[in-house]
């Protein structure tokens, strides 16, 4: 499928990149996004969590500090809250445009993150149909990479995972930022043994999220996981 097709195809298309940390989420959105512009596209790229004015307020709360004391249900809601915000103000008047939403993490994440925790994933589905209604992904890419080669990605060892989640409590990380990954928050800071699990949930959501989701391999450089993710999209329901 040339460019043009693709174009055409995703006009319209809501498109979410998801997967463990380090898997490379955001750099395959950015490439899809800088393709799909170059062709004369309009894309637009919401931050999930945030992304609006209040969702931004939720995600400092859900990010920025030590969340060993939240209950997971609250946790889950307040990922959905945001996200049910985002729809509203962001993703339904983008789609209703005929813009392409590509987007990094989405309810799929809050599956596999809150799943991991504990939180049934079917139930997290339940609260996304609340939250969103059916403006669920036409397509999600899920980037498989393994725990340690992820971690290794973002400059972290997996054997430091959980060891400085008390040194934020009550204090934002200043310095976390989309880019600057060292500051780990308040998910990345967990232990391996969470991101384990984290991985094996996302392997497990096809079973039951409403919509397509693929499993991408992840490993190697980017141009090679950019021509595998470009496969799927070609897939994309028109």
Partial sequence: MDVEQLKDRLRGKFIVFDGPDGCGKSTQRDMVADVLRRAGAEVVCPRDPGGTTIGDRIRSVLLDYDLSA???????????????????????????????????????ATCAYQGAAGFDPRCVVELGRFAIG?????????????????????????HHAGKNRKKFSGQPTLFQN????????????RPIEFHRRVRKMFHEIHEYYPT?????????DAGKVHKRVLECLADVPG
């Fill in 212 to 220: 397509p989701v693929v499993i991408v391999d992840a490993r190697g």
């Fill in 70 to 108: 939240m209950n997971v249900n609250c946790e889950a809601l307040l990922f959905m809250a945001s996200r049910a915000q985002l729809m509203a103000e962001v993703i339904e008047p983008a789609l209703a445009a005929q813009k392409t939403v590509l987007c990094t993490r989405f309810i799929s």
């Fill in 134 to 158: 059916d403006h669920w992904p036409d397509l999600t890419i899920i980037l498989d990479v393994d725990v340690d080669e992820g971690f290794d990605r973002i400059g972290r060892k997996s």
């Fill in 178 to 189: 989309e880019d600057a990954e060292s500051a780990p928050d308040a998910m990345e800071a």
